[in-house]
């Protein structure tokens, strides 16, 4: 169940502020860990930057049970039991929803950041530039379309899903297809990534939405208007991505199926996880 204070009057669910907002510093060795779920689209961003930077030995990770109880995230092998021990070390009186992505230092002892679009940028732009992922001159573009994508699709979906009235619900659902139909557009011109022959920052966050959108976001949040693979530009440059071992390795269906469908029961009461959608994301 959302809390309250994430729904506004009118039934639109307003995502909660990041509480942990530094940005990070210079990498040690054993210095920072990264706590992921493969389920969370926000998460898998930096999974899968870390990948593409060549950056695993600097960032440890931590995989999260896909489950969440009512005490939030467990960390297998117990080491803490809960992610909720990280956020009250850090912040005894934090009360809000304890989240990942969300960077530890281990030096320091306390979250640096679960600040999620800030830290795919400061790896980008602090740890590694090859490949070069933001690049300096496409940077107010990449800006324009990360808003566009985090408004109109990544964080939108959550909005259909989340609603709590008819009129938030259809709302964000008819911003969600107007994005798609738009990334259709601009794919269905050629170039195989969104800027052109250029994989950055853009293409993670785009994808991430679409790895979920008919295994779960089509049924689970009612985004049901068309499926992914409805969409014939946006399906194949989806496949094209998967195909790319940074983006198909840390997708892990299973872990998003039972994520979504048992952890929201306000949503699915009965927990029930779907079979399929038999989908071959093979190029
Ligand atoms: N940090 C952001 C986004 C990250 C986020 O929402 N992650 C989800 C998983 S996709 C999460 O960890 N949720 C935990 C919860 O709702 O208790 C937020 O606070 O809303």
Redesign the pocket.
Known sequence: MKPARETTGDGRFA??P?RFTERLGPPGPGRYRLYA?Y?????QRVLIVRRLLGVEDLLDVTIVDPI?DEK??RVPGGDPEYLSELYLASDPDYR??????VIWDAAEGRIVT?D?PQITLDLETTWSTTPDLYPERLRPEIDALNDRLYHGLNNAVYEAGFARSQAAYEEAVARVFATLDELEERLAAGSPYLFGDELTESDVRAYTTLARFDAVYHGHFKCSVRRLVDYPALWAYARRLYAIPAFGETTDFDHIKRHYYMTHPDINPSRIVPVGPAIDWSL
Not at 39 to 43: E, G, N, S, V, Y
Not at 96 to 101: D, F, H, K, L
Request: charged share 15%.
């Open positions: 995502r909660q990041n779920s389920a969370c689209p926000w998460a969440r939030g995230w809000g929803r304890y989240t990942v992505p679960n999620f």
